[in-house]
């Protein structure tokens, strides 16, 4: 252990721009909403009728319709904003938070937890219930209003109002476009399935002569495996994503590609991603008919799809920018290549969510090939090893103290959040020495692996880069708190069920590492809650936690 000499830098002063504080409003409130549904008795919602039944279905497609406008707003204001919201920006920057209306939003909540747990249970009546309705939503406008003045006073909110101009409309019709599609594409979900069914039959029917369909359940299979192409087995999951994914990345950088014909990247890139779901499912039925029914439906049925989306996804990226035909920016392939940064903070990540990928889809329920996460980690650790020196990588006794009141509120959080779970059957049915290897492989990527290469993509990469597109020249003491605070909003995502603990665990990763400067900081903190984490799965069979 060596410790950090360097004299401690001060924090920047605690400044929230616009950003930052619509992301806060808008991460509160979806966790409010998860909040105010338990309390709904959504078995009695089902069976509503008359106003209960239009209060339902109102409420499900309206907050669908809210969340795409929020996030068209965001993005179109991003994009589009102009001097005029600038300014308002700056100025709702120097806003304090106030404390006494985030109070009153909190207690109307609680209000507003009274009366969804009222709505179903306790209203006799049409009259009754439409009472309770308008109560509600009175008092959620006025929560609403409050967590806004909370976050900024009211005339500055109307400022920036005014400066989005007609990015209100854009955003508004985008949201409608959206919403509609959705329900759009709910009715093609049958169809599209048929069409999976047909195009798997005929392409297994010359590899499998023994293959039976079965147009009316739409089920395919052999004497030994059957599979069921259910309507989410459609391909239009990864049909929307790829929507998604292709029209932000031809908005973001509508610069860059020369314009009708990259418009041709979108079609492309759905025919691709619906070939290759076609692919993923024939692929499932060879992998279940060869004898292997566990790593085929609980691996690679499901990895199969996401590992499909990267693939298109990166090779939409790669191909359309190094083509000169689609990209006004496009090199010779005979250039030199330019060195890339930002590879040496997220290629070791990356190769642990890959590598993970492929050792869910070639294991069963459970991850027996765990150590090739480690392997990936390592080999881009050691690839880029000399451009990783340059970070300073000395820490101190508060980041293993940081580390240890993460572990805490972890164990906290886990206790309410995790059901127990000893040790999975499959590990205790593998031999003492291929289960050893399996927990010294989990102990390797736990505490030192995963710690290094998740500070570097999030803190040393992302919470930089969010701050200036020139990442490497920002001092970790002067990154900005909306990118601390984005960060550890994705951070937290990434940890699933415990995704608010894991908010909280980068943001205290992050805060150790804008006071200390030093990144082996932040991958003490993280390595020592790893590693008494670990401690208590193998020392209290806490095995819900790994």
Same mark, same amino acid.
């Given at each position: 252990?060596?410790?950090?000499?360097?004299?401690?830098?001060?924090?920047?002063?605690?400044?929230?721009?616009?950003?930052?504080?619509?992301a806060?409003?808008?991460?509160?409130?979806?966790?409010?909403?998860?909040?105010?549904?338990?309390?709904?008795?959504?078995?009695?919602?089902?069976?509503?009728?008359?106003?209960?039944?239009?209060?339902?279905?109102?409420?499900?497609?309206?907050?669908?319709?809210?969340?795409?406008f929020?996030?068209?707003?965001?993005?179109?204001?991003?994009?589009?904003?102009?001097?005029?919201?600038?300014?308002?920006?700056?100025?709702?920057?120097? !806003?304090? @938070?106030?404390? +006494?209306?985030?109070?009153?939003? $909190?207690? #109307?909540?609680?209000?507003? &937890?009274? %009366?969804? *747990?009222?709505?179903?249970r306790?209203?006799?009546?049409?009259?009754?219930?439409?009472a309770?309705?308008?109560?509600?939503?009175?008092?959620?406008?006025?929560?609403?209003?409050?967590?806004?003045c909370?976050?900024?006073?009211?005339?500055?909110?109307?400022?920036?109002?005014?400066?989005?101009?007609?990015?209100?409309?854009?955003?508004?019709?985008?949201?409608?476009?959206g919403?509609?599609?959705?329900?759009?594409?709910?009715s093609?979900?049958?169809?599209?399935?048929?069409?999976?069914?047909?195009?798997?039959?005929?392409?297994?029917?010359?590899?499998?002569?023994?293959?039976t369909?079965?147009?009316?359940?739409?089920?395919?299979?052999?004497?030994?495996?059957?599979?069921?192409? !259910?309507? @989410?087995?459609? +391909?239009?999951?990864?049909?929307? $994503?790829? #929507?998604?994914?292709?029209? &932000?990345? %031809?908005? *973001?950088?509508?610069?860059?590609?020369?314009?009708?014909?990259?418009?041709?990247?979108?079609?492309?890139?759905?025919?691709?991603?619906?070939?290759?779901?076609?692919?993923?499912?024939?692929?499932?039925?060879?992998?279940?008919?060869?004898?292997?029914?566990?790593?085929?439906?609980?691996?690679?049925?499901?990895?199969?799809?996401?590992?499909?989306?990267?693939?298109?996804?990166?090779?939409?990226?790669?191909?359309?920018?190094?083509?000169?035909?689609?990209?006004?920016?496009?090199?010779?392939?005979?250039?030199?290549?330019?060195?890339?940064?930002?590879?040496?903070?997220?290629?070791?990540?990356?190769?642990?969510?890959?590598?993970?990928?492929?050792?869910?889809?070639?294991?069963?329920?459970?991850?027996?090939?765990?150590?090739?996460?480690?392997?990936?980690? #390592?080999?881009?650790?050691?690839?880029?090893?000399?451009?990783?020196?340059?970070?300073?990588?000395?820490?101190?006794?508060?980041?293993?103290?940081?580390?240890a009141?993460?572990?805490?509120?972890?164990?906290?959080?886990?206790?309410?959040?995790?059901?127990?779970?000893?040790?999975?059957?499959?590990?205790?049915?593998?031999?003492?020495?291929?289960?050893g290897?399996?927990?010294?492989?989990?102990?390797?990527?736990?505490?030192?692996?995963?710690?290094?290469?998740e500070?570097?993509?999030y803190?040393?990469?992302?919470?930089?880069?969010?701050?200036?597109?020139?990442?490497?020249?920002?001092?970790?003491?002067?990154?900005?708190?909306?990118?601390?605070?984005?960060?550890?909003?994705?951070?937290?995502?990434?940890?699933?069920?415990?995704?608010?603990?894991?908010?909280?665990?980068?943001?205290?990763?992050?805060?150790? #590492?804008?006071?200390?400067?030093?990144?082996?900081?932040?991958?003490?903190?993280?390595?020592?809650?790893?590693?008494?984490?670990?401690?208590?799965?193998?020392?209290?069979?806490?095995?819900?936690?790994?």
């Amino acid at each position: 252990m060596t410790q950090a000499s360097s004299a401690p830098t001060p924090i920047p002063r605690f400044e929230l721009g616009l950003p930052a504080r619509f992301a806060i409003l808008a991460a509160a409130f979806l966790a409010e909403k998860i909040f105010l549904d338990t309390f709904i008795d959504f078995e009695r919602a089902e069976s509503a009728q008359g106003l209960g039944a239009i209060v339902r279905v109102a409420q499900h497609w309206g907050f669908r319709l809210l969340a795409a406008f929020a996030a068209a707003l965001a993005v179109f204001a991003s994009v589009r904003g102009g001097q005029s919201l600038e300014a308002a920006a700056a100025s709702l920057r120097a !806003a304090p @938070v106030r404390i +006494g209306w985030m109070l009153g939003h $909190l207690l #109307l909540v609680a209000i507003l &937890a009274l %009366l969804s *747990y009222l709505l179903y249970r306790h209203t006799a009546t049409e009259l009754s219930f439409a009472a309770v309705v308008a109560l509600w939503i009175v008092v959620g406008i006025a929560a609403t209003l409050a967590a806004m003045c909370a976050m900024s006073p009211w005339p500055r909110w109307l400022g920036a109002a005014r400066a989005l101009g007609l990015i209100w409309w854009y955003a508004a019709i985008a949201a409608f476009l959206g919403t509609g599609a959705t329900h759009l594409a709910q009715s093609i979900w049958a169809p599209a399935a048929a069409l999976t069914f047909d195009l798997v039959g005929g392409l297994l029917a010359p590899v499998i002569p023994t293959l039976t369909a079965d147009p009316a359940t739409l089920v395919l299979g052999t004497n030994r495996f059957d599979v069921q192409i !259910a309507d @989410v087995c459609s +391909g239009l999951e990864g049909v929307g $994503l790829m #929507l998604a994914f292709s029209g &932000a990345w %031809l908005l *973001y950088f509508r610069r860059e590609y020369i314009f009708p014909r990259a418009l041709l990247m979108i079609p492309a890139s759905v025919a691709a991603i619906f070939a290759l779901n076609v692919l993923r499912i024939a692929t499932l039925i060879l992998i279940g008919d060869a004898g292997f029914p566990a790593a085929s439906v609980y691996g690679f049925h499901s990895q199969a799809g996401w590992m499909a989306f990267i693939a298109v996804a990166c090779g939409l990226v790669l191909l359309s920018r190094r083509s000169r035909w689609l990209n006004r920016t496009a090199t010779h392939s005979d250039a030199p290549a330019m060195p890339n940064p930002t590879a040496a903070y997220l290629m070791p990540l990356l190769a642990i969510l890959a590598a993970g990928a492929v050792s869910h889809a070639i294991s069963g329920d459970f991850e027996s090939f765990y150590s090739l996460r480690v392997i990936g980690g #390592l080999l881009m650790l050691v690839r880029y090893r000399q451009t990783l020196a340059t970070n300073d990588w000395r820490w101190s006794w508060r980041g293993p103290a940081v580390g240890a009141l993460v572990f805490l509120l972890w164990i906290v959080a886990a206790h309410f959040l995790l059901p127990a779970s000893p040790m999975p059957e499959e590990l205790t049915t593998m031999s003492p020495a291929l289960r050893g290897y399996w927990i010294i492989s989990r102990l390797a990527g736990s505490i030192l692996v995963v710690p290094i290469a998740e500070e570097l993509a999030y803190r040393g990469y992302l919470m930089r880069r969010l701050t200036n597109a020139d990442f490497e020249s920002v001092p970790y003491q002067f990154v900005r708190w909306s990118a601390l605070i984005v960060t550890s909003i994705a951070f937290g995502l990434a940890h699933g069920a415990l995704w608010l603990p894991g908010m909280a665990a980068g943001l205290a990763f992050g805060l150790i #590492l804008m006071r200390r400067g030093c990144i082996g900081e932040a991958v003490a903190a993280h390595a020592t809650a790893n590693a008494l984490i670990t401690a208590s799965v193998l020392g209290g069979d806490q095995w819900q936690l790994w």
